[in-house]
Structures are given as structure tokens and as C-alpha cells.
């Protein structure tokens, strides 16, 4: 927010219904067993090396299949050679590595024999595997042996046609395994924690403010945790990539006597760009009885306890773009004043003042009731489903994370009526990750059967990060900042049950990554209802630091998924911003069923924001902007549709519901564009909307209709930054 699709290359598999009574048994006899089995030693996962290196090939179909495209990790992109035998493609890994397995996925055009070679340098060949069975589809060979470079021979094709590869995988290690990973230790120097007498708490707070307050793209990264106690006379000021929580179990076990801040002051009063950073597991007192907690996006407020009030606008009453507040009590009044959207779950409030635009509440005893379009509030008496966030704490003297269980239909805080059920994990058992670690140790980690916790920092990953074991926790301080280099995902999630992503930014590298994160595998099956994976406070951001590109941001493959308050962003403001320079299709894309998003942020990609394919879907809270700086009408074409829907629910989907969602454009580089909808949906029965509503800021650009052809358009109102809005739909 600044100042003022394709189908999946196969569809997603949809339930019918749930596993057996059988399975279950299966699954939890597994677990069992598992449980008893020592640990192994690590041993060094195979990673994808082949993605994003040199490649080469004997020939080329035509221009738009490069053997790049083989190589690149897009499902939808390939390569495919001249119609003659024999023909080949070759990858350079840039240095020797272990082999294990070569993963080829054919085209229609596939070879009935080939044969996989390996080279130390690129001249002299191996033949590791042949065959004259070719099936096509995809294959996996495995393989051993140590080589630099790995090629595909064809010597007979299957069709008529040539050879053609949407994907050419290599998997094996390289030489630097770093061996066992030793868990636990220290928490890096970006961690200061405070205790009652600790000195000078005041002066260390506003040495990281100073360096904080207006660093929105800067490198400093931190967290100030307070052990439990009393602290009198404080003001801690939050800035950019600053996480302020406490090592108590409760909120109540750790008091601030004073303020807990966020102005506006370094941008004029603006609070529209005072993003990435986060308030946990406090209690607080305001000096005057109301604390000033001025955000927007990838700001949360959580497991809180003000003993007063919440201000949520800057001094001034500026503009601000939005935020998210779940598990905490605010004693007193919450004024959202010029807060254009807001959503808050699961908690306890003494009252809410004002609407802008979109105020969501699920699961919040003493929010106001459903009043959409006018005053603009959308409630829910419940949360369907929802698991807080994982958090570090002090057990006597020994530092744990703390991971809360699910609940159902939820409503008020987990900790209003003592301990909240969970479990609780030594950090023994946790790789405690520090800039510079690479991400072969933190594989190597996750292999060892670790949890990973990031300390704040920035870490640049030149492979994707695995986790691969059911019930992992991965959680960053201090908006910990992962980067992907050459083109490379950031971070995997096996199709398994309870993984915990919390508490992180991924930050696109300059060379296009197909996927930045994913959750579950392409045709994940498995049912996760009992022990869900959860997304929470987790970022993504595609430029603005610099140039970065992402095909799509986010893809959740696994069932039953909770996506709980993240906001993806392709930049419209900052460093490596342009139409093509910070290229980004597509934001979210779901293809799992049973996936609850609570408190989605998604906004400014070059097509479609989010694209929901899977069945049963849930959204409660959606905020967008379309992409500012499209050039013309042109780019943003869509067939003979105008411009690609914020929020686009698959016609092949049968049930979908979403609560209180809005979409705005700002279309400063060619104001005469024309977006025909925020929102398309097949129209059926079990699909259904509630409380939508579209934007034209200043007349920047105008939606003709909010959802499909239904609601007015936002044309005559000009340049009034009037909402067009709809209560229900159908």
C-alpha cells in the first residue's frame, strides 16, 4: 500500500470425502512406531541442483522453447528440440556433486530410448542409466556416482515429433555437507532480552528506533524480548523489522507501564507504509489510557493485553492502510478512526469506534455486529478454525516454544482462563539458525529431525529449504528475511501434517523463482483436517528492496491448510520496481480443499492476486490493490475480459464462501483503464459471498462491476474515492 490465470499444468485432486477409519489407525500405528525409533545421524537431503544453472541442448523447436525453459522449474514452460535422432540436453551443475536421481517430465513428445549421462567436464561421458521403454509422463532414474554435468540423449523418439521436456531435475548433494547439526545455543546479537533490572532499557529501544523508524528496504533486523516482570516508564517505539514480545506463558506474566508505539512521524503523518513488524504476548498500560498502534499491512498484534485503550491512527489522524489483531483483550475502546480496513479474530474488546471501509470480526466478543454496507462492520460470532501462533518463552530458566492447539469455533483469547492447551518444545530441539548459515546446514537441520528457528537477519538461500517431516515448527524473530538466489524456490512443505510457518519474510531474488513458498506438493492428497498446516505472519515481497521476480508467490497444494494474516506484495514503491522489473503473475494460488484464509493481504500482481481451485475454500478478510503501474489497457487485457479479477474463485468450484473483501485500484499510470470486476465466481448453490466492496482512489482507473457482472460501477463517482459495494452474492 503506498501513499494515497493460468490453470495449473494438471487439475487439483478434489475429495469426495474423508480417509477411513482404517487409515487413521494406519497413520497413527506409524506414529507410534516412529516414535521409538532412535535417531540416525544425519545425512546430507538430496536438493534440486539443476534449477536455474547453464544449460545447453543440440537444437531448439522455435523460439519460445529454450532449453532454459526445461530448467527453470515452471511446469508450464518447456523445451523441445528438431524433429530427428538422436538429440540431447545437457545441464552444467557449476561444480561436482553426489547424484541421486534425474527426474524427467516429458511433454506429449517423449523418447522411447534415451540414455542419462554424466561428465566430470563436459566432454567425456558416462552412461548412468539407459532404456528403449520409454513411458513418457514423468519418470525419476536413480543414480550415483559423483559428476559436473548431466544430460538427457534421445536415440529414438516416440512420436513423430521431436523431443520435448517441462522439466529436466537433477537432485544429488554437493560438497558441502556440514555434517551433524548441533541444536539449541544463544540467540544472536539481534535478540536483546530484557529482564526488570536490566539497565538502560530505554536507550537500547531508541538506539534500534533511530535506526528503524524509516529503514522500510533497509538490511537491520530485531527483537526485544522481555522476561516476565513489571517494567515502569517505558515507550517503545516500533519501526520497520522490529518484533517486541515478552518470554512469559500469559500476556499478564510481563507489564509495560507505559507505551508500546507506532506513529507516522518519518513520513508526514502517513501511516500508509508502516509495514513489517509485530507486538506479541504483552500486557500493557498507557500512560494516558490509550495506546497508538498506527500500521498497515504485515503488522500484527498479537496475544496482546492493553489495560485501556487503542488508537489505531497516526497522530493527526493521517491515512492508514489496514492490520490484524487476534488472541488479545483490549480493556477499552478500539478507535479505528482513518483505518481504511482492519480485521480482527479470537479476541476480547471493551468497544469499536468508526468504518472506513472494511472492518472483520470473527470470533471477537464485544465487536459490533454485522451492519455492511453502513456502518461498515462484517462479524462472525466464531472462527471456524484456528491455531495460534507459536512463541519462545521462559520455563523457569530454559527457553521452549510454545505451539497452541487448534481450536474449533473459536471465540475470545486462549489464555483469558489460565494456561492455553498446547505443547511446549526445549529449544534443545530446535537448530537455532544465525546470519550466514547456509542453506545446506539448514536442510541438514531439518534432516536431523529439527525445528528451525530463525534469529533475526537476512539469509540467502541458493536452494530450497525442505521441510519434509510432519509437525515441524519453522519460526523467525525479528521478521527474520529469507532470499532466494538463482532463480530457486525459497522454502517446500511436504504433504504431512501440523507444520508451523510463522514469523518471516521471503524476499524474491533477481533471477524469477517459479514459486516462493509452497505447501504441499503438485497432487497432494492427504487429509489434514485433524492437524493442519498453518501460514501465520508469514510475508512474501517481490522488489521494492530491489529487483525481484516470482511466477507465483504462493501456492497451497496440501488440504485443509490455514492461512492466517500474510500479506503478499509485488512493490509499487522501493528499488527493481517496473511493469516487467518486478514481474509477478500471480500472488496465491489454491488448489488444496478445506483451506481457511483468516486475514488475507494480497496486492499488485501483474494477473490474477488469488486464484482458489480447490473445494470447500473459506476467506474471512480479503484486502487488494490491483497493480498500479500498468502501462495501458492493453497490459492487462484478459481475453475479452478487462483486466484479471483481484480474487478469482475456478469454475470447475462447487462450494467457496468469503466474508468481507475489498479490492481498489490506482491505475496512476494510465487512469483510463477499465477493470470489469474485483471479483469473478462461478455462479452455483454452494458458492457464496458476503460484504464486498471496490475502490477507485481519486478516479485512478474504475471497476464496471464488483463481483462478475453485479454491483455499480465506481465510474460515477469521479473522482470521489467513493466504495461501490455489494452485501451478498448471488
Not at 256 to 268: H, L, Q, R, S, Y
Not at 330 to 353: E, H, K, M, P
Not at 400 to 423: I, M, N, Q, Y
Request: hydrophobic share 35%; charged share 15%; proline share 6%.
Amino acid at each position: 500500500m503506498p501513499a494515497v490465470g493460468i490453470r495449473p499444468a494438471s487439475p487439483p485432486s478434489h475429495r469426495s470425502g474423508r480417509r477411513g477409519l482404517v487409515g487413521v489407525l494406519v497413520t497413527a500405528l506409524a506414529a507410534a512406531l516412529l516414535a521409538v525409533v532412535p535417531a540416525t545421524q544425519a545425512q546430507a537431503a538430496p536438493v534440486l541442483l539443476s534449477q536455474g544453472k547453464p544449460v545447453t541442448a543440440s537444437s531448439q523447436e522455435h523460439y519460445g522453447t529454450p532449453a532454459t525453459a526445461a530448467v527453470d522449474g515452471d511446469d508450464g514452460t518447456r523445451w523441445s528440440s528438431a524433429a530427428s535422432d538422436p538429440q540431447w540436453i545437457r545441464v552444467d551443475l557449476g561444480a561436482p556433486a553426489s547424484l541421486s536421481r534425474v527426474e524427467l517430465r516429458w511433454e506429449a513428445a517423449y523418447a522411447k530410448s534415451y540414455r542419462i549421462e554424466t561428465s566430470p567436464n563436459g566432454t567425456d561421458w558416462t552412461t548412468a542409466h539407459s532404456t528403449t521403454t520409454g513411458a513418457g509422463g514423468t519418470e525419476t532414474v536413480n543414480l550415483s556416482g559423483t559428476a559436473r554435468y548431466v544430460r538427457m540423449l534421445g536415440t529414438v523418439r516416440a512420436t513423430p515429433y521431436g523431443y520435448s521436456l517441462w522439466e529436466f531435475k537433477v537432485y544429488g548433494t554437493t560438497g558441502d555437507d556440514p555434517g551433524p547439526v548441533t541444536p539449541g545455543g544463544d540467540l544472536g546479537p539481534n535478540v536483546h532480552v530484557f529482564d526488570p533490572s536490566t539497565p538502560g532499557i530505554q536507550a537500547k529501544l531508541d538506539q534500534v528506533f533511530r535506526e528503524q523508524e524509516s529503514a522500510q528496504f533497509g538490511s537491520g533486523r530485531h527483537a526485544f524480548l522481555f522476561k516476565p516482570g513489571t517494567y515502569d516508564n517505558l515507550n517503545a517505539q516500533i519501526g520497520f523489522y522490529t518484533q517486541i514480545a515478552s518470554l512469559g506463558l500469559s500476556p499478564d506474566d510481563t507489564t509495560i507501564n507505559g507505551d508500546i508505539t507506532v506513529d507516522a512521524g518519518w513520513f508526514n503523518g502517513n501511516a500508509t507504509q508502516n509495514f513489517w513488524r509485530g507486538a506479541e504476548n504483552l500486557a500493557v498500560k498507557p500512560v494516558n489510557g490509550t495506546n497508538r498502534w498506527a500500521v498497515s499491512q504485515a503488522a500484527s498484534f498479537r496475544r496482546m493485553h492493553v489495560k485501556g485503550g487503542l488508537n489505531l491512527a497516526p497522530n493527526g489522524y493521517g491515512w492508514a492502510s489496514g492490520g490484524y489483531i487476534a488472541d488479545s483483550r483490549i480493556d477499552g475502546q478500539v478507535g479505528n478512526y482513518s483505518q481504511q480496513q482492519w480485521y480482527t479474530r479470537d479476541s476480547s474488546i471493551g468497544g469499536w469506534s468508526n468504518s472506513v471501509w472494511n472492518q472483520v470480526f470473527s470470533g471477537v466478543e464485544g465487536a459490533p455486529a454485522t451492519s455492511f454496507p453502513e456502518p461498515r462492520y462484517t462479524t462472525l460470532g466464531t472462527t471456524p478454525i484456528s491455531r495460534e501462533k507459536p512463541f519462545l518463552y521462559l520455563d523457569g530458566g530454559e527457553y521452549k516454544v510454545f505451539a497452541p492447539a487448534k481450536r474449533t469455533d473459536a471465540r475470545g483469547t486462549t489464555w483469558a482462563s489460565g494456561t492455553p492447551r498446547g505443547e511446549s518444545i526445549p529449544l534443545s530441539k530446535f537448530y537455532v539458525v544465525k546470519p550466514g548459515a547456509t542453506a545446506a546446514t539448514i536442510n541438514a537441520a531439518l534432516a536431523q529431525g529439527l525445528h528451525l528457528l530463525f534469529t533475526p537477519g537476512v539469509y540467502h538461500v541458493d536452494r530450497t529449504i525442505t521441510v519434509e517431516r510432519a509437525n515441524t515448527i519453522v519460526l523467525g524473530l525479528g521478521l527474520a528475511t529469507i532470499i532466494p538466489d538463482n532463480g530457486v524456490t525459497a522454502m517446500k512443505v511436504a504433504d504431512v501434517d501440523g507444520v508451523r510457518l510463522a514469523g518471516f519474510l521471503i524476499d524474491a531474488g533477481p533471477v524469477n523463482s517459479p514459486t516462493l513458498l509452497e505447501i504441499g506438493p503438485q497432487g497432494a492428497s492427504t487429509d489434514h483436517a485433524a492437524n493442519p498446516t498453518t501460514v501465520q505472519d508469514v510475508y512474501i515481497r517481490i522488489g521494492g528492496a530491489g529487483a525481484g521476480k516470482a511466477t507465483t508467490s504462493m501456492v497451497v497444494n496440501s488440504h485443509d491448510t490455514i492461512i492466517d494474516h500474510t500479506w503478499v506484495w509485488r512493490a509499487d514503491h522501493g528499488e527493481g520496481v517496473g511493469w516487467e522489473t518486478n514481474r509477478a503473475d500471480y500472488g496465491v494460488r489454491v488448489n488444496g480443499d478445506d483451506v481457511l484464509a483468516t486475514g488475507l493481504f494480497v496486492e499488485h500482481f501483474n494477473k490474477y492476486d488469488v486464484e482458489w481451485y480447490g473445494e470447500r475454500g473459506r476467506t474471512i478478510f480479503y484486502q487488494n490493490e490491483k497493480a498500479y503501474d500498468a502501462p495501458n489497457q492493453a497490459a492487462i487485457q484478459n481475453g475479452t475480459t478487462k483486466g484479471y479479477a483481484a480474487y478469482r474463485v475456478d469454475d470447475s468450484v462447487d462450494t467457496h464462501e468469503a466474508w468481507g473483501l475489498g479490492s481498489y485500484c490506482n491505475y496512476n499510470v494510465d487512469p483510463s483503464i477499465r477493470q470489469d470486476h474485483g471479483f469473478k465466481t462461478p455462479v452455483k448453490p454452494g458458492v457464496k459471498f458476503h460484504s464486498l466492496l471496490v475502490v477507485s482512489l481519486g478516479g485512478m482507473g474504475h471497476y464496471n462491476h464488483v463481483i462478475n457482472d453485479t454491483g455499480a460501477s465506481t465510474v460515477p463517482a469521479g473522482t470521489s474515492t467513493v466504495p461501490s459495494t455489494v452485501v451478498s452474492f448471488p
